[in-house]
């Protein structure tokens, strides 16, 4: 089992960066993937950004390609999601997720993950 911890989340304002940081313990060894969902009040969880382990392939929802950026420091076990030019549409609760294993399915795919952290809310003004 892994536990995550996110962090960083926060109230700014439209056009402002922020970033998110999640911290990884335990298994950590057994890795194929993290990823970054998010949910807003009253909608589903919401697939944001995924980094592959191998390969260090990234993935990201169309509606924030550009703007976010995923990455990693293996020494810290730490995923990292930075938000730039944040929309009043980013705001929601931001979760961090692990997937020890390929399981066939995309990135994306909230059921391929295992362990998932608390959450951390973003908060974007207009």
């Known amino acids: 089992q892994v536990q995550l911890v996110e962090s960083g989340g926060g109230l700014v304002q439209a056009g402002d960066p922020l970033r998110l940081s999640c911290a990884a313990s335990g298994r950590t060894f057994s890795t194929y993937a993290m990823g970054w969902f998010r949910q807003a009040p009253g909608k589903e969880r919401d697939f944001v950004a995924a980094l592959t382990w191998t390969d260090s392939s990234t993935y990201y929802a169309d509606s924030v390609k550009g703007r976010f950026t995923i990455s990693r420091d293996n020494a810290k076990n730490t995923v990292y999601l930075q938000m730039n030019n944040l929309k009043p549409e980013d705001t929601a609760v931001y979760y961090c997720?692990?997937?020890?294993?390929?399981?066939?399915?995309?990135?994306?795919?909230?059921?391929?993950?295992?362990?998932w952290g608390r959450g951390t809310q973003v908060t974007v003004s207009s």
């Open positions: 997720a692990h997937q020890p294993l390929f399981r066939g399915r995309p990135p994306s795919d909230s059921r391929s993950y295992n362990s």
